[in-house]
């Protein structure tokens, strides 16, 4: 079995976060969760990817679309939360 967290944490990145974090995106090339998958493809394997959810908060729909993307490519997607991203807002109006 392959896991893989799927987080775009902001401490880890200055800017960019999906895009560097997720997405693999940098100047010199990528390595990404694209990648990940395309080499698990290559030898009919799936990977099981923990997508963290709370990070809808911070980065909108644009965190869903990497949801759905695990989906269409057809690997495992499972819900992964880091508790600590939702507000103090998120947290009044969601109790």
């Not at 869903?64 to 880091?82: F, N, P």
């Amino acid at each position: 079995m392959i896991t893989v967290d799927v987080e775009a944490q902001p401490a880890r990145a200055e800017k960019d976060h999906l895009d560097r974090l997720i997405w693999g995106k940098f100047p010199h090339g990528r390595c990404s969760i694209g990648e990940m998958m395309d080499v698990a493809d290559k030898y009919g394997a799936k990977t099981t990817m923990f997508l963290d959810y709370c990070e809808e908060h911070l980065y909108g729909d644009a965190l869903l679309d990497v949801g759905r993307e695990i989906h269409r490519r057809g690997h495992d997607l499972q819900l992964h939360a880091h508790l600590d991203f939702l507000s103090g807002d998120w947290w009044s109006k969601n109790k």
